[in-house]
């Protein structure tokens, strides 16, 4: 990758709580979201790895809560990375 000393990363489970995101075939992206997102924490943890979740249940988190999670996690630092899942839905025919 590059030569950074990798301070954290900060997982972010896309939508939740009243955001459902893209909802098909009884799926919510939240739900799929939420479930990449605590795999992701839960692992890069074991790896001893710096890591934090941005929420780690279904509750709903405005854009500036959910910048306000991610600054305080590690600060306003390039060595930090950020990893907002998301699952979008296809058009299809």
């Not at 950074?4 to 009243?18: E, N």
């Not at 739900?31 to 509750?59: C, H």
Request: proline content about 3%; charged content about 30%; cysteine-free.
């Amino acid at each position: 990758m590059n030569d950074r000393a990798i301070k954290g990363i900060v997982v972010d489970a896309g939508h939740g709580g009243s955001d459902p995101g893209a909802v098909a075939n009884g799926l919510k992206e939240k739900d799929l979201n939420l479930k990449a997102a605590q795999y992701m924490y839960d692992r890069l943890k074991e790896l001893g790895i710096p890591t934090t979740i941005v929420r780690g249940s279904d509750e709903t988190v405005d854009r500036d809560e959910r910048v306000r999670r991610i600054l305080d996690a590690y600060g306003n630092d390039p060595n930090v990375i950020v990893i907002s899942n998301h699952i979008n839905a296809g058009g299809g025919t």
